[in-house]
């Protein structure tokens, strides 16, 4: 199993900007999955990458992943109060392969 | 929609006590994770089961056990609680279905060991 790396740690915005969160990783994967945690709850799955994808839209998300560099972003466009939360990419291998999820990126939005 | 529960929002327990999270989801999901959360450190896994009765140590198993007597259910038990198991405790399932394995996860159980 492998661990994500978020950058930043923190990120604070208005309403109606966008928001970008980086992940890196270190070893092969066969798919990438973003997740939110709003403050003192449980984690909600977000979009899930595979390895021979490159970008990834839903809704006012849109994930990259690039396995070269072993690295993926999530973009937030036209940022919402509602999007404060906390992110935190998964790198995964599949199988029973456990997710490792990091620290997370810290989302404000003001209004 | 999946649904995954976890018996306590908030529970507070003594030093020594045996405590006991229980976790339940109804999609017939054969994985089932234990994982704790504490500032600054991310999610860490305690334990993980892939099938009923089946358990694999995570990355800090050291004061907890776990039980899995049916598929739908599986247990955390912290045996004698101490301080340093005050924590937010989260409970997730996943589908074994190749190599996609979204995680479900449960609302949390925030303990704390006085």
């Known amino acids: 199993s492998q661990q994500g790396e978020e950058d930043p740690q923190a990120l604070s915005i208005q309403e109606g900007e966008n928001a970008t969160m980086n992940c890196s990783y270190k070893t092969s994967i066969n798919n990438l999955q973003w997740y939110r945690q709003n403050s003192g709850r449980g984690l909600v799955h977000l979009i899930l990458i595979r390895s021979n994808e490159r970008e990834k839209h839903s809704g006012r998300l849109r994930v990259t992943l690039d396995t070269s560099k072993k690295s993926s972003s999530l973009l937030i466009t036209a940022s919402r109060a509602a999007d404060t939360a906390s992110y935190f990419c998964?790198?995964?291998?599949?199988?029973?392969?456990?997710?490792?999820f990091g620290a997370g990126t810290r989302l404000a939005v003001h209004p | 929609d999946v649904k995954v529960t976890q018996s306590s929002r908030y529970l507070v327990k003594r030093t020594g006590e045996k405590v006991f999270l229980e976790c339940v989801q109804d999609m017939d999901h054969e994985n089932m994770f234990w994982y704790r959360q504490d500032p600054g450190l991310g999610l860490r896994l305690i334990y993980f089961s892939y099938d009923v009765k089946m358990k694999e140590k995570g990355d800090i198993p050291e004061g907890y056990s776990v039980s899995r007597e049916k598929k739908e259910r599986f247990s955390l038990i912290l045996e004698s609680a101490s301080t340093n198991q005050t924590s937010m405790y989260l409970c997730a399932s996943s589908i074994s279905q190749g190599v996609e394995e979204t995680q479900y996860f449960g609302p949390g159980t925030r303990l704390l060991v006085l």
């Open positions: 998964a790198p995964s291998r599949g199988g029973y392969n456990k997710l490792i």
